[in-house]
Every structure is written in C-alpha cells, then in structure tokens.
C-alpha cells in the first residue's frame, strides 16, 4: 500500500508541475514570430483553415506554394469536420496533450497480425497488419477514393514506440476501408535481431524493401504513407532518395523533427526524452551480448540523452567509427527533400514543446518552393497530441481527409486529360476534313504544380 500511495502521489506531483508550468511558465508564443494578418498566432473568428495569403484569420494556416493541387487541398480542409471543434480544457496545454498521447493506452486495442520479413543482407523487420479491434473478427468493408482498399504504412517516432495515437489511427483508418500495417524496424517491438546492424536514422534502405514487399504482395492497392514525431525522418529521407520512384501516392507527417541533428544536440523536455530512451535500452538490453561486437554496450545503456545513446550506436562503433557530423551528412532527412515527387502533408503545432519554436525548427522555404509540401500550422496541439472533445486527435482525421483528397484531384486530372485528348481527336477530324477551316489545336498539359 506504501508503495501504490508513494507513486499515486508521485503522479499527482508530476501532474501538478506540469500544469503550473502550463499556467506560469513561458510559453512558446514568445519565440514566435510577430504577427502579421492571417498569421499562425491569431485566433480570429473565421475558417479554421485559411490561405497562405488574404485578409481572413483562422485557427490555422496552409502554408504551400500555389498550384491546382494547393487550391484543392485548401477547399477540402475548410470543409472538414475534424477542422470545426470548438474550446475546450486542454487545448492550450501543450505538455499535457503530449504525455497524454505518449504514456496513456489507446481506449481500444487493435488485433494485429505480425508478419517477419527477412532483408537481402539477412536481417529481419517486422510488420504489424491491423485487422481490427481487438475481440471481434469482422473486417471494415468501407470504400474509400482510390477505389481498391489502399495499404496505409504507418512509421512510428524513431524510438520504434507504438503510441496511442499511432493505434488510434490505424483503427480509424481500418474502418475507413484501409489496409493499415505498422513497419517496426530491426529490433524495435519484439522484432528480432537477425544481424549486427541496426538502421540508422535517417536510412531508407530497409523500407523500400518493406515497400517493395508490399507492393508485390498487394499489387492492386495504392499505397499511402504516414509518420508520427522523430519518424518522419526516415519518411523524408525515403521520400528524398527515391524521387517519383518511392511508389507513393501521398505521404503525411504528423508533428515532424525536420532538422534532426540539431534537435537532438538541443534536447528536448526530459520526460519526452526519458521514455524514449527508456524504451530503446528496454529493447535492445536483449541483445546486449551480441551488440558488444560492435559498439560499446555498457556505455551504451548508461547512455543518459537520445544524442548519447544515437552517438555510441552509430557513430562509436569498434568497427566502422565516424564523426557525428559525418553520420548526419548521410541521415539528415532534408538532405535530398527537393527531390521528393509525390504530395506531403506536414501536420505542425506553433506550441510544439519538443519540436521547438517554428521560427527556428519549421523548414519554411520548402513548403514555400516546393508544390508537393504542404504544411497546416495550427497555434495549438503540442507533439502528436491535437486532442479535442472525446479525448482523440484531429489530426488522424485530417489526415485520412488528405489522402482522399488527393485521390480525388488525381481522379479527376485523368478524367480531364482523357476529356481532353477525346476532344483534341474530334477537332483535328473536323480540320482534316474542312480545307476551308483553319484551327490551331492547343495542347495543354494539366498539372497539379500549375
């Protein structure tokens, strides 16, 4: 009983300390920008969603270059429900809204179906299919825009940990007819470690061969890929080396680290951090006997920051060692981002406490240069938290809006393109056929970067 009272009073400390902190402490608005009309810091009543440029405010911004895809996106947002939640309680603690989505368990737990996929140099990933809530056997038959059921590869942060808000959104994706699967990189969530090697942050190489897997083994199914946290680095990354060849229709992130090696060499709230690295020693204590090959285990689990533990994995090894600048020439995941060729939906907080201020942490000339980046800055939210009546996130929901809506515009695109050369095949008929009748045919080429 000593026991049960000392940690029940340790949390209600802990819970204590962080809503003094959310009610006395500085916020991030501080290191915000200053404000201009129809900035991300205003809360004028209005569309939730607004344009990058106009002079209406709302709760948030979508911040992308201008283009047919751009306009689309910006309609279906200011349409969506998800959008439309009132103020309530949480809204304005970012620390809470984090914890709650990092330490709390899903309200439902999902029935997965583990499959193990051995690697070309021999190791082993692991791919959780959803198939439903768990205790019932029933499968969603809902359709969705892409017409066959698409598969939704979801990446947890880099730590490798499963969160609530990663269960909640398979589930939601589940019933709204997807094949959701959760890739679980080497020695991450029980999958085991075939190999001395695990996959450093920002390398795609394991995950296109989980997407060349997926697509042999679902070969009628679009493919849509989301990330939560630290995770969207390997997205970006896989997205930057494969260019108009990663096999994607859209990609989403959900409170993405953009410039990683400074966020770790920063550091972020040491609860967000303790758990993380908690979580990474938990999994590979195991393998701790095989590991000391290669690097350093003792250091290794004594390690006391996620820059320490990163450093001694990948950079200190005994066989290969390179300096922490080098790793991070070859892992940064805004190093080939320009290269990217399918839409991205980047879902930011302005009050991210982990991320950082967005003055310094939000890649801003890329969503401004590039027409597949698209960004919705909200002021409130915290990490992978934008919690709302009912204690779920909107932001599953406008994700999922996003994938439909971009299968939407594509649809309609080739219906307009094939529209087009059925009447440009009319017109040269009716030219042949009238020497009197001089037309000049035009061909446009439609695109969603127009």
Request: proline content about 6%.
């Amino acid at each position: 009983m000593l026991a049960l009272g000392s940690l029940a009073a340790w949390a209600l400390a802990l819970a204590l300390c962080l809503l003094a902190t959310e009610l006395w402490g500085p916020g991030w608005g501080s290191l915000l920008p200053s404000r201009e009309p129809g900035g991300a810091g205003e809360e004028d009543d209005g569309d939730n969603v607004i344009g990058e440029e106009g002079p209406g405010a709302g709760r948030c911004r979508l911040i992308c270059k201008s283009s047919a895809l751009a306009q689309s996106l910006l309609r279906s947002l200011r349409r969506s429900a998800a959008l439309q939640s009132g103020r309530w309680l949480w809204r304005t603690w970012p620390q809470l809204q984090t914890m709650f989505q990092l330490l709390f368990p899903p309200a439902r737990q999902p029935e997965l179906a583990r499959e193990l996929l051995q690697l070309a140099d021999g190791g082993l990933v692991a791919l959780d299919w959803v198939m439903g809530p768990r205790g019932t056997s029933k499968r969603s038959r809902a359709t969705t825009a892409f017409g066959t059921a698409p598969v939704l590869l979801v990446l947890p942060n880099a730590s490798g940990k499963v969160t609530r808000g990663v269960l909640h959104l398979c589930l939601l994706a589940l019933e709204q007819g997807y094949k959701p699967v959760i890739f679980n990189r080497r020695g991450h969530n029980g999958s085991p470690l075939a190999s001395l090697k695990l996959q450093a942050f920002g390398d795609p190489g394991d995950l296109k061969e989980v997407v060349t897997y997926i697509r042999v083994r679902q070969p009628g199914s679009s493919l849509c890929a989301v990330s939560e946290g630290s995770g969207s680095g390997l997205l970006l990354s896989y997205l930057g080396e494969c260019g108009s060849s990663s096999y994607l229709a859209a990609a989403a992130c959900i409170s993405p680290v953009f410039r990683c090696q400074e966020w770790l060499e920063t550091g972020c709230p040491w609860l967000y951090e303790w758990s993380l690295l908690l979580h990474q020693k938990q999994g590979l204590c195991r393998y701790a006997t095989a590991l000391a090959e290669v690097v350093e285990t003792g250091r290794l689990l004594r390690s006391r920051s996620l820059r320490e533990f990163e450093e001694t994995l990948f950079c200190q090894t005994k066989r290969h060692p390179v300096t922490w600048d080098a790793y991070w020439d070859r892992n940064d995941p805004l190093r080939e981002v320009d290269e990217a060729a399918v839409p991205v939906l980047c879902i930011c907080s302005a009050d991210d406490p982990v991320r950082g201020p967005p003055a310094t942490t939000l890649p801003m000339e890329l969503f401004h240069s590039s027409p597949y980046f698209f960004l919705l800055l909200t002021p409130h939210g915290g990490h992978c938290g934008f919690l709302r009546e009912g204690l779920c996130s909107w932001s599953h929901e406008v994700t999922l809006e996003y994938f439909t809506a971009v299968a939407e515009f594509f649809r309609t695109e080739e219906r307009l393109k094939g529209l087009h050369r059925y009447r440009r095949g009319v017109l040269q008929k009716r030219e042949a056929s009238s020497a009197a009748c001089h037309l000049q045919i035009f061909s446009w080429q439609r695109s969603y970067t127009r």
